[in-house]
């Protein structure tokens, strides 16, 4: 071992230079760091199954340059679809001061973060008209403290009609499966019945509104020989998809839906729009209002992607020959 012999200026250097470390260090321990923004996520939803749902929410904030757990947080709130819970905790997430609320996934959720609150900025993502529904005063101009993305599914329900006739083109009867209680359902309905007239179609409206009312409605479509089956657009129908998809493929019913979830799940077919890319839209506004844009200024986003899924193995097990002009339609094709 070598020992180096250090000269008295050299080692008054290197005192005088350790001397002035310490001064430093209290300054970088000290210092300030900007606050972690908070982000209120609240759906009516559960979250086994919103995983697509909340990951691409989760896209769109990176767009804007954010990204959970690195520079900001999110506060998770499902409401396991019991509506009655969400007052509650849309106020508890107020009391957190969040930055923004995110309410995804139910008008009764934006409906509830909006009368907790006319100061936090609230981004939703709905899939009724946000005006006739009292989210905001109108698309291009939300006003308040309030905007988001809308799929708009109601003006799709003739769609579906014409899409169901397609797949089964000898049907002269459709039942459509309506929730009484939810405002954008029976909105849906109204609009598949006047569709139907200029189709030729008689319909059969079935209500909805539990999971028994479910078993009922297809027991009514079984005994009077009704050709098809629509479902309106409503949360309700999405908890119970597997409890729809099973029933349809149980009473040999050919069955439209609104999303394509239920396809996914064993379902014959659906139209809508694609949820998972307004969920995105979603996620972006609130990384814009994150960067100091208001919600007032930001106009409510209309849909920019449909998607027509088609399961052909359901398809088969029906005995339906799925026309050419369907599967060349067709976003997605499930064997």
Do not use: C
Not at 107 to 135: E, H, N, R, Y
Not at 194 to 221: C, M, N, P, R, W
Not at 301 to 328: C, Y
């Amino acid at each position: 071992m070598q020992f180096v012999q250090l000269k008295r200026r050299d080692v008054i250097a290197l005192l005088g230079s350790a001397a002035a470390v310490p001064t430093l260090w209290p300054l970088a321990a000290g210092a300030q760091q900007p606050a972690m923004p908070v982000i209120g996520f609240i759906s009516a939803r559960s979250p086994t199954d919103s995983e697509a749902m909340a990951a691409a929410f989760r896209r769109g904030l990176s767009e804007s340059g954010f990204i959970e757990g690195r520079n900001v947080a999110i506060e998770y709130r499902w409401a396991e679809y019991h509506n009655e819970r969400l007052p509650a905790m849309v106020a508890d997430l107020v009391r957190l001061k969040v930055a923004v609320i995110a309410a995804i996934s139910g008008t009764p959720t934006v409906l509830a973060a909006k009368a907790a609150t006319a100061t936090t900025p609230i981004v939703f993502a709905i899939g009724s008209d946000p005006v006739t529904s009292g989210v905001v005063n109108s698309l291009n101009r939300p006003g308040g403290n309030v905007t988001g993305v809308t799929f708009l599914s109601v003006p799709l329900g003739p769609k579906r009609l014409e899409l169901l006739r397609d797949i089964v083109p000898k049907a002269t009867t459709v039942a459509v499966l309506v929730n009484p209680e939810a405002a954008v359902s029976t909105a849906d309905a109204t609009n598949v019945e006047a569709a139907a007239l200029s189709l030729g179609l008689q319909t059969y409206l079935l209500s909805a509104s539990t999971e028994a009312h479910i078993e009922d409605a297809f027991k009514v479509t079984v005994q009077r020989r009704i050709d098809a089956l629509l479902v309106t657009a409503d949360l309700f129908f999405i908890s119970r998809s597997q409890k729809l998809v099973a029933l349809a493929a149980h009473n040999a019913i050919p069955v439209i839906y609104f999303d394509r979830e239920f396809v996914v799940a064993g379902g014959l077919m659906s139209y809508g729009t694609s949820r998972t890319e307004a969920f995105r839209q979603a996620g972006s506004y609130t990384g814009r209002i994150l960067k100091r844009d208001k919600a007032s200024d930001l106009p409510v986003m209309l849909p920019t992607k449909f998607e027509l899924v088609i399961n052909l193995k359901s398809a088969r097990a029906l005995g339906l020959s799925v026309p050419t002009t369907l599967l060349v339609a067709a976003d997605e094709v499930i064997e």
